[in-house]
């Protein structure tokens, strides 16, 4: 449970119809298996004890006795097994019989939720044998435990803060008011469904559908156990069906037809973090609920959740090349507007040979595209100097004339040089200054030229150098659009190999694909025979790294020590940890002492669920402290 972390676990055991006592010791066996592979939270299907289709047998009191007795026994033989455990059986309370599930954890019986919605249409016909436990309350005795009933318990966990856990059954998710909604508004981040839903043509994407869509708007963990192979097959056949699914994603799914056990990982802390985050989150409506506490061991559940290398990038190409098309409209929309509100002709961009610069000239393209203007009032402007390679200068001018922008050469070593003489730097050397001047002369050319021309400056830069405050102050830091300004580096090099793919244009093709070959780099200092001396990640660390840390910390706001531990598993045989400690270490140490430079920063689109404008994502003072966040990392060393 280190890191908010717990497993949990969907089970389809093979029933015989009727037999409790077969299907009981089914479920024993599956439950301590779960229990041994770390799942902590364990769901059977519905009527599991005695079988979904054992129709008018429910009235038999032979199969209510021994479905409680085998309730108590399955109770007895799981003390020793860590978890909480969800069984269905018909239990019989105040003279009714309910479809209900009952919660187990450590040998005792911590409560029973009875069912809610019965269908009773088309093959179902619950309400034929059972009643509804809507506004159902009490307590009832099953052998020597007082239990809880009712369909309004909440079970937390005491061990994991967050962890509150309420059980619907099969027909209550399809209803138009799912129990699960008031459930998670009393705090539910865990929600289980026992079910047996029949199988008809198309259904099964229906019922993920649902799923997801229900984990997403409770942002909450969903368990669904539903029955399969062993059902009676006299009018249905069950497929068995299992889901474990996250905030809307699908953490885990059974094959169907072949009674698997699944397991996911749910991440509390996440679930947490995102309710609090959401405004129009209204949780804690306790009224009327009953908490019951359960136990779970204190340790450290094993992830067997991937977590993207790329966060910001789509795995699946469709998906990505569909992402890249929107990014590049929405950054190309929101220059579209500040032209138009400005009543500007002209765009006015420095362009370097380099990703960030080629991903804005190719969307201040698009943007005059959109907007009917001729290509030739974009004017990029080449700015070599000390540091600047053949390579570079040439890609620089030949994407220049492939997009039809008017290409302007500035040559800016005489001015830096008198500069230098001003102030009284030594060319010789090669210090921050010699290096940060080069990029206010640039910047000063680009308004400058902005002014003749009438025209706006289009900022490159990207969110991961933002971050990090790799950008020089009121250097390239400092535009008046920054088109860039969402994007992180690892998504800028897609959507450029994305235009690549897509421009119908050979020769531009060509000239993208060799800019996506280059090295990183500012081009700040002299080169070494003739090629790029200064490669940005080898001062600053890995982009990738950089990003996976930005989204998890912005976007969950997870501790330093638990994006150690995610980045350790997901970049495991790419980076050691003590590579990735160190980089972590410079990346909050970093992003504190450079937000002063984000807190002046240009306007630009948001793109993505990540931002760092002041304005909207991050409100987040420039002299706040590190001390706690880089102390929670020294724990690690």
Same mark, same amino acid.
């Given at each position: 449970?280190?890191?908010?972390?717990?497993?949990?676990?969907?089970?389809?055991?093979?029933?015989?119809?009727?037999?409790?006592?077969?299907?009981?010791?089914?479920?024993?066996?599956?439950?301590?298996?779960?229990?041994?592979?770390?799942?902590?939270?364990?769901?059977?299907?519905?009527?599991?004890?005695?079988?979904?289709?054992?129709?008018?047998?429910?009235?038999?009191?032979?199969?209510?006795?021994?479905?409680?007795?085998?309730?108590?026994?399955?109770?007895?033989?799981?003390?020793?097994?860590?978890?909480?455990?969800?069984?269905?059986?018909?239990?019989?309370?105040?003279?009714?019989?309910?479809?209900?599930?009952?919660?187990?954890?450590?040998?005792?019986?911590?409560?029973?939720?009875?069912?809610?919605?019965?269908?009773?249409?088309?093959?179902?016909?619950?309400?034929?044998?059972?009643?509804?436990?809507?506004?159902?309350?009490?307590?009832?005795?099953?052998?020597?435990?007082?239990?809880?009933?009712?369909?309004?318990?909440?079970?937390?966990?005491?061990?994991?803060?967050?962890?509150?856990?309420?059980?619907?059954?099969?027909?209550?998710?399809?209803?138009?008011?799912?129990?699960?909604?008031?459930?998670?508004?009393?705090?539910?981040?865990?929600?289980?469904? #026992?079910?047996?839903?029949?199988?008809?043509?198309?259904?099964?994407?229906?019922?993920?559908?649902?799923?997801?869509?229900?984990?997403?708007?409770?942002?909450?963990?969903?368990?669904?156990?539903?029955?399969?192979?062993?059902?009676?097959?006299?009018?249905?056949?069950?497929?068995?069906?299992?889901?474990?699914?996250?905030?809307?994603?699908?953490?885990?799914?059974?094959?169907?037809?072949?009674?698997?056990?699944?397991?996911?990982?749910?991440?509390?802390?996440?679930?947490?973090?995102?309710?609090?985050?959401?405004?129009?989150?209204?949780?804690?409506?306790?009224?009327?609920?009953?908490?019951?506490?359960?136990?779970?061991?204190?340790?450290?559940?094993?992830?067997?959740?991937?977590?993207?290398?790329?966060?910001?990038?789509?795995?699946?190409?469709?998906?990505?090349?569909?992402?890249?098309?929107?990014?590049?409209?929405?950054?190309?929309?929101?220059?579209?507007?500040?032209?138009?509100?400005?009543?500007?002709?002209?765009?006015?961009?420095?362009?370097?040979?380099?990703?960030?610069?080629?991903?804005?000239?190719?969307?201040?393209?698009?943007?005059?595209?959109? #907007?009917?203007?001729?290509?030739?009032?974009?004017?990029?402007?080449?700015?070599?100097?000390?540091?600047?390679?053949?390579?570079?200068?040439?890609?620089?001018?030949?994407?220049?004339?492939?997009?039809?922008?008017?290409?302007?050469?500035?040559?800016?070593?005489?001015?830096?040089?008198?500069?230098?003489?001003?102030?009284?730097?030594?060319?010789?050397?090669?210090?921050?200054?010699?290096?940060?001047?080069?990029?206010?002369?640039?910047?000063?050319?680009?308004?400058?030229?902005?002014?003749?021309?009438?025209?706006?400056?289009?900022?490159?830069?990207?969110?991961?150098?933002?971050?990090?405050?790799?950008?020089?102050?009121?250097?390239?830091?400092?535009?008046?659009?920054?088109?860039?300004?969402?994007?992180?580096?690892?998504?800028?090099?897609?959507?450029?190999?994305?235009?690549?793919?897509?421009?119908?244009?050979?020769?531009?093709?060509?000239?993208?694909?060799?800019?996506?070959?280059?090295?990183?780099?500012?081009?700040?200092?002299?080169?070494?025979?003739?090629?790029?001396?200064?490669?940005?990640?080898?001062?600053?660390?890995?982009?990738?790294?950089?990003?996976?840390?930005?989204?998890?910390?912005?976007?969950?706001?997870?501790?330093?020590?638990?994006?150690?531990?995610?980045?350790?598993?997901?970049?495991?045989?790419?980076?050691?940890?003590?590579?990735?400690?160190?980089?972590?270490?410079?990346?909050?140490?970093?992003?504190?002492?450079?937000?002063?430079?984000?807190?002046?920063?240009?306007?630009?689109?948001?793109?993505?669920?990540?931002?760092?404008?002041?304005?909207?994502?991050?409100?987040?003072?420039?002299?706040?402290?590190?001390?706690?966040?880089?102390?929670?990392?020294?724990?690690?060393?």
């Amino acid at each position: 449970m280190k890191d908010g972390f717990i497993k949990a676990a969907a089970a389809t055991p093979r029933i015989q119809v009727a037999d409790c006592v077969s299907n009981t010791r089914e479920i024993i066996e599956k439950a301590k298996e779960m229990s041994q592979a770390g799942a902590r939270i364990l769901v059977f299907p519905e009527l599991s004890i005695t079988g979904y289709t054992c129709g008018d047998l429910f009235w038999q009191e032979r199969l209510l006795t021994s479905a409680k007795e085998q309730l108590l026994k399955a109770a007895a033989a799981l003390k020793d097994v860590e978890g909480l455990i969800f069984i269905g059986l018909p239990l019989v309370f105040d003279g009714k019989l309910y479809n209900t599930a009952a919660v187990l954890n450590r040998g005792n019986i911590l409560g029973i939720v009875p069912k809610i919605h019965l269908p009773n249409y088309g093959e179902f016909y619950e309400a034929r044998h059972f009643a509804s436990g809507r506004g159902v309350e009490g307590s009832v005795k099953i052998g020597d435990q007082e239990v809880a009933f009712g369909s309004n318990l909440l079970f937390t966990c005491e061990e994991l803060p967050g962890l509150t856990v309420a059980a619907e059954i099969c027909e209550d998710l399809w209803a138009p008011a799912p129990p699960s909604v008031a459930h998670a508004m009393a705090g539910a981040t865990v929600i289980v469904n #026992l079910s047996a839903s029949d199988e008809t043509v198309g259904k099964s994407d229906y019922r993920r559908a649902l799923i997801k869509g229900q984990s997403a708007r409770l942002l909450c963990g969903y368990v669904y156990a539903t029955a399969g192979n062993g059902e009676s097959t006299q009018d249905l056949v069950f497929g068995g069906q299992n889901l474990i699914c996250e905030d809307g994603s699908v953490l885990a799914e059974a094959e169907m037809f072949q009674n698997q056990t699944i397991y996911g990982t749910f991440d509390i802390q996440k679930l947490c973090g995102e309710r609090q985050r959401i405004s129009t989150w209204e949780g804690e409506q306790c009224q009327g609920y009953t908490r019951i506490a359960f136990h779970l061991p204190e340790e450290e559940t094993s992830i067997n959740r991937r977590f993207a290398a790329n966060p910001f990038v789509p795995e699946e190409t469709a998906e990505r090349n569909r992402r890249c098309d929107e990014i590049l409209t929405i950054q190309a929309m929101g220059l579209v507007k500040r032209l138009e509100h400005t009543h500007s002709k002209g765009a006015v961009l420095g362009i370097s040979g380099g990703l960030d610069s080629t991903l804005a000239l190719l969307v201040t393209a698009r943007a005059f595209d959109i #907007l009917g203007l001729d290509r030739e009032g974009i004017t990029a402007v080449t700015m070599p100097c000390f540091g600047t390679t053949d390579r570079t200068y040439t890609n620089a001018c030949e994407l220049t004339r492939r997009l039809g922008a008017e290409l302007l050469e500035v040559d800016i070593k005489k001015a830096v040089l008198q500069h230098f003489e001003d102030i009284g730097q030594d060319p010789s050397v090669h210090d921050v200054t010699y290096e940060n001047a080069q990029a206010r002369e640039r910047t000063q050319v680009l308004m400058d030229v902005a002014n003749q021309n009438g025209g706006l400056v289009i900022g490159t830069g990207d969110m991961s150098e933002l971050a990090l405050g790799w950008a020089t102050y009121n250097g390239d830091h400092m535009s008046m659009y920054g088109v860039n300004s969402s994007v992180p580096k690892t998504l800028v090099r897609h959507l450029v190999q994305y235009c690549a793919d897509t421009c119908e244009d050979k020769e531009l093709q060509e000239v993208l694909v060799d800019i996506l070959d280059t090295p990183v780099s500012p081009e700040l200092l002299p080169p070494k025979e003739g090629e790029i001396a200064q490669k940005t990640e080898d001062l600053v660390g890995p982009y990738e790294l950089h990003d996976f840390y930005l989204y998890y910390m912005m976007r969950f706001g997870y501790a330093p020590s638990k994006i150690y531990r995610l980045a350790r598993q997901t970049f495991e045989g790419m980076y050691d940890k003590d590579t990735i400690l160190k980089w972590l270490n410079t990346f909050y140490r970093r992003f504190f002492a450079q937000q002063f430079k984000r807190s002046c920063l240009p306007d630009g689109p948001k793109t993505g669920s990540v931002a760092l404008s002041p304005r909207g994502d991050l409100r987040m003072p420039s002299d706040a402290c590190a001390n706690i966040w880089l102390r929670d990392l020294e724990d690690l060393m």
